[in-house]
């Protein structure tokens, strides 16, 4: 993995994304990371196990269908 920067902001409604030196693995460690303490963060505040994994995976599927959504925008799927 390379040394990367990820910088996620929320200003007027909208989410910001500034990122240097990232590929696919290092973005799909930081989305790890900030699964685990998003969902460790629940736990802690009393939210079942089931209930975190549940709402996290209903989370990922929303975001799957924002980026079909997106593409279908963009003129389709590339092959």
Known sequence: MNECKLILEIKNDEVLVRSENTDMTELA?????????MGLA??????????????????????MQTLTEQIIREGGEKK
């Not at 460690?29 to 303490?37: K, L």
């Not at 009393?46 to 975001?63: T, Y």
Request: a negative charge; hydrophobic letters at 50%; glycine letters at 6%.
């Open 29 to 37: 460690v930081m989305c790890g990371a900030i699964e685990q303490i």
């Open 42 to 63: 629940a736990f802690r505040r009393g939210v079942s196990l089931d209930d975190i994994k549940s709402n996290m995976l209903d989370i990922h599927l929303e975001a």
